[in-house]
């Protein structure tokens, strides 16, 4: 299993999506951005180190959120979900094509990840 972190981002009561590029798994999936967590590393900082290298992204991290299992063809990950207030960014994408903020209920038109779905369908009934 392969523990992974993401960030749910708010500036402004939007949220920060990214959309995965061509080169990458899942291209074209919309996704709460983050990565990997490496070995004795907390989730907070893997956070907070992936958002930076993929997207020079800072944030604050507020709390923990939820906590999603879900098995794809050849892998399966431990999604680790954190909310987030946005710092500032330059935006320079390495592992996404394009990103928005979107407001919690027009998430629901992007074609999400499968792991990132569970925590939008609990966002929705936490707003």
Not at 74 to 93: G, N, Q, R, V
Not at 103 to 122: E, G
Request: charge should be neutral.
């Amino acid at each position: 299993m392969i523990k992974v972190v993401c960030g749910i981002i708010y500036k402004d009561n939007k949220i920060f999506l990214c959309r995965r590029n061509s080169e990458k798994q899942l291209a074209g999936y919309w996704e709460f951005p983050g990565g990997k967590i490496e070995i004795n590393e907390k989730p907070e900082q893997a956070l907070i180190r992936e958002l930076y290298e993929e997207i020079s992204m800072s944030v604050k991290v507020l709390n923990y959120f939820a906590k999603v299992t879900h098995k794809y063809e050849k892998i399966t990950i431990e999604l680790i979900a954190y909310k987030c207030e946005f710092i500032e960014a330059e935006f320079k994408l390495t592992d996404h094509d394009l990103y928005e903020w979107l407001d919690v209920h027009q998430i629901k038109n992007k074609k999400l990840a499968p792991a990132d779905v569970p925590i939008l369908q609990k966002l929705l009934h936490s707003n």
